[in-house]
């Protein structure tokens, strides 16, 4: 059968029991066979691009970010957002005496070797003095094999991150996590000020910088505000559409 054909019939002989003497009556049914050309260019057409938002949260700040990113993520058409955990590095006690709450079990921890299964990555962290938590450095370092066979150069990846204070590093924190992208030859992909009056607001407190979405955790109670899952919002979407844009040219 030549391309372009799609489905042709197939009579295929299929036994039925004869209502009146119970005998097997031979009759001819047509069966369409599905074209394997037409089937791979719809699946093709089905597979969607992936987004990973691979994160760490301790009290949860960062992870409502992370929920927000997914959602404008996939505001995108033909995109999907896929929420990871990295590995928790602390003791059950220790994080005990932090009061941490538990960790969602419905997102999955997430290995250095699946990172090369996405088109576009978002990390997620909070700032310990200006730079990236613990957890999160840890998972980096994992990635030395990754590293060394430039498995991940030309990914697209950007920053989202949570401060305790207002001058505690929404831009450091983004800023010196740049380095680990640099040495696999990740695309750093900023938002710059294209959120628009949203960058400008002086009116109230607002988490988030040129570098990416951010929220002020402040001793922990604060939630973010909706300006600041507003912004995160805008920069899964906007990610989304770099990560489309660069797969429609591979």
Not at 183 to 188: E, N, R, S, T, V
Not at 196 to 220: H, K, L, N, Q, T
């Amino acid at each position: 059968m030549g391309k372009g054909g799609g489905c042709v019939p197939s009579k295929k002989k299929a036994p039925i029991l004869d209502t009146e003497k119970n005998d097997p009556v031979s009759v001819s049914v047509e069966v369409p066979i599905q074209n394997n050309d037409a089937a791979i260019s719809i699946s093709q057409e089905a597979k969607k691009l992936k987004v990973f938002i691979v994160f760490y949260s301790m009290y949860g700040h960062v992870e409502s970010l992370a929920r927000s990113l997914k959602k404008g993520v996939e505001s995108i058409e033909g995109v999907e957002g896929v929420l990871y955990r990295v590995v928790e590095t602390l003791p059950k006690e220790v994080l005990e005496l932090m009061k941490a709450p538990e960790k969602d079990d419905q997102v999955p921890l997430i290995s250095a070797e699946e990172l090369v299964e996405a088109d576009g990555v978002l990390f997620g962290f909070p700032t310990r003095y200006g730079t990236m938590a613990a957890q999160m450095k840890a998972f980096f370092d994992s990635t030395g094999q990754l590293w060394k066979e430039q498995k991940l150069a030309g990914v697209p990846a950007g920053f989202f991150v949570s401060t305790g204070t207002q001058g505690g590093g929404q831009e450091t924190t983004a800023w010196t996590a740049i380095t680990q992208l640099a040495h696999h030859g990740m695309l750093y992909v900023p938002i710059g000020y294209s959120f628009g009056a949203g960058m400008f607001e002086m009116d109230s407190i607002r988490g988030g910088s040129p570098y990416g979405a951010g929220v002020f955790a402040g001793d922990g109670s604060r939630q973010p505000s909706e300006t600041e899952l507003a912004l995160a919002e805008y920069q899964g979407s906007y990610m989304a559409t770099i990560v489309k844009k660069l797969g429609q040219k591979s």
